[in-house]
């Protein structure tokens, strides 16, 4: 029943601050963006040109995919900001958080069975929004030009209209025909009907709540009248979330993860993302492995990701929650002597059984992203979410955004898989205020101090294949940064057992050895990379070509 609801539900899986003290690090002078829409991409662009760095155009380009991205964008859901500043790096949690009256078995009916769509659909399904005050703590400490010029871009695009490409028409009319045929209580179509492909849609709720947040700064969203709203509309639409829930979110600066690999430095998402691990876990485990180079996307090299794949999915069940609530063995499961064993038990001739996969130690579809490199060098690895297209399926009137299904990443049972087929334990389960365990994994990759790589994926737990092959098809097999966002990806998440989901592009003789091997293929594509690379002749940027990204690579005037 639930995985009936979900495939019918989800239509694609899918005051001025201080300035920052910048130093040019060698190999800048350009300035890049990988965006996930063309409005993004001209807005964060035209920051830089202005003398803006990296997180100045992060700023902006988050509150215009707010407008311009509702799948996905949002003021209505949270995300993670990595962040190499000045050689330094940082990171920036501003993830969802359960509602206080969240508690462990509130997705249970009396049968004690997970109800199919609660935690997916309607305002109970949502935690307490992050964006917001991620942006302002953003701001706060790197920002340099002021706050309502960043925000200002997103304000006229929801006043005045954009015109609305046929992508982005073409998953509001699937996702409107879906939620009807489902016959689920929904005003997605009283805001989105209208807004059909090539036509001036304009949203003027959400311009007023911008406006607000232009002007009062975090304050216009947790605080006052837009607070005030999305109070009361949780009241009236069985949500959790109160107005001492909103007026005590904190985003939270938080150490990443950093991790020495070939000789570069992976900079990643820490708890409570799973990704920054899991990624970790994944290079390190490929690492020896890949002394040999196997031939890209043969046989031989699916199969070495997806044992390795197995390994980091049964860690991540087992160990990966919200560091505020449980202790995560960060340290121990990126360990190398840790990643040197579980890849030595790695056949890379068969398959092994998936029941014998256990966590290692002691023995015992919609996201998006964004990537900026600024002509100081400065990069920004931002991703972020409502978790499934258009989140819960429901805007707040009044405040005209979407909001997030997020507490789905929740383990809601012990051993029931989540809409992506995660399955956890108790670091995972609900309790009040914790952060959902998340798989998106903002990434970026320094040679010394320079920049190599700005990475990201959407995609649920597939963000993790996404970023792990986009480093190996940038850093290892010398790809450009269009041929890496467009190299067909596999994904394994140690169940269903023995699965590979894949792009479509691989050769017929290498799915053929798979099946052979024992493999069940699964065709279906996910992500959409927007990365960035450092090459000889300068930044490389790309998008996915199957989304509606762009990237534009300048010199700084
Ligand atoms: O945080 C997470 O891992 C998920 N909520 C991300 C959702 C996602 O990427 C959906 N995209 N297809």
Known sequence: MRSIFIAVLILVCTGCARQIETVTIPSAGQQA??????????????????????????????????????????????????????????????????????????????????????????????????????????????????????????????????????????????????????????????????ATANSVFSQPELAETLKRIRDQGRNGFYDGETARIISSYMQQNGGLITAQDLASYEAKWRTPITHTWRGYTVITAPPPSSGGVAVVQWLGMMEPWLESLPEHNSSQYIHLLSEVGKRVFADRAEYLGD????????????????????????????????????????????????????????????????????????????????????????????????????????????????????????????KGRDVALVTGSPGGTTIISSVTQSVLNTLVYDMTAQAAADAPRVHHQLWPKDTIRHHSGLDASTLEELERLGYTLDNRSFGDLHLITATVDGMDAASQSSGRGKAIVNPAQ
Do not use: C
């Open 323 to 446: 560091p505020d609530f449980v202790e995560v063995p960060v340290q121990a499961l990126t360990e190398p002597a840790y990643l040197a064993k579980r890849s030595s038990e790695v056949n890379p001739d068969a398959i092994s059984v998936t029941e014998d996969i256990a966590p290692g130690l002691y023995e015992s579809e919609d996201t998006t992203h964004f990537s900026i490199v600024d002509r100081w060098g400065n990069a920004v690895a931002n991703t972020t979410t409502i978790n499934l297209s258009f989140g819960a399926g429901v805007v707040v009137s009044g405040a005209g955004f979407l909001l997030n299904d997020e507490m789905d990443d929740f383990s809601a049972k012990a051993g029931v898989p989540n809409f992506f087929g995660a399955i956890g334990g108790t670091a995972n389960e609900i309790q009040p205020f914790k952060r959902m365990l998340s798989s998106m994994t903002p990434t970026i990759v320094l």
């Open 33 to 194: 963006v990988a965006m996930p829409d063309t409005f993004s991409a001209d807005a964060a662009m035209a920051v830089l040109a202005e003398g803006g760095n990296a997180v100045d155009a992060a700023i902006t380009a988050q509150f215009v995919l707010a407008v311009t991205y509702p799948e996905a964008g949002n003021i209505g859901g949270g995300g993670f900001m990595t962040l190499s500043i000045n050689g330094q790096a940082d990171f920036l949690d501003y993830r969802e958080m359960a509602p206080g009256a969240a508690h462990r078995d509130m997705y249970l009916d009396e049968q004690g069975h997970v109800h199919p769509y609660e935690s997916l659909f309607g305002a109970k399904a949502s935690g307490v929004p992050g964006t917001v005050a991620g942006m302002w703590e953003a701001h706060q400490k790197y920002g340099s030009l002021p706050w309502s010029r960043l925000v200002q871009p997103a304000v006229d695009l929801a006043e005045q209209g954009f015109v609305v490409p046929e992508h982005l028409a073409g998953r509001i009319s699937r996702y409107l025909a879906r939620v009807q045929k489902q016959g689920l209580f929904s005003n997605f179509g009283d805001y989105f009907a209208h």
